[in-house]
């Protein structure tokens, strides 16, 4: 059994171009993931359960999980380089970082921080969906 880590590691040393830079973005999504496992378990303990009153882009209620899970998964990508900005279902528009990372991240997520946060009272599954795109916008522009 390999770990997520290892394999990333080791489908790098597979491309002789590789810089590194989406291995560094693969784990930065890696650890937003296991502190989001991490406060899930506990979630009923830290007041981050049921509606927060407020509704996303699709119009439906946002869960406190779903606001919470966004905030830890857009601050892991921030502290990176790689990431110029984000798309998710949680921000009625894309986040552009600020600074360097803005104009020099090659990187766009998109991503749906916790997926299926309204059933969790019933324990079904909950999961992160993200998709990287490298940006379209020359490095140096915001």
């Known amino acids: 059994m390999k770990t997520l880590g290892e394999f990333i590691v080791e489908k790098q040393h597979d491309f002789s171009h590789a810089t590194g830079e989406l291995t560094a973005l693969l784990s930065a999504i890696k650890l937003g993931a296991k502190i989001i496992h991490r406060d899930i378990n506990k979630a009923g303990l830290v007041d981050i359960l049921g509606a927060s009153g407020v509704s996303n882009v699709q119009g439906e209620v946002q869960m406190k ?21 984000i798309a998710s279902e949680e921000e009625d528009e894309i986040v552009i970082f600020d600074g360097d990372r803005a104009e020099n991240g090659k990187y766009v997520v ?16 909950v999961g992160t969906i993200f998709s990287i795109y490298r940006r379209i916008t020359p490095i140096g522009t915001r």
């Open 110 to 125: 998109l991503m749906d921080p916790l997926d299926g946060s309204s059933n969790i009272d019933v324990n079904v599954s």
């Open 65 to 85: 999980l779903d606001l919470y899970a966004n905030e830890k998964l857009k601050a892991a990508l921030k502290a990176r380089g790689e990431v110029a900005g």
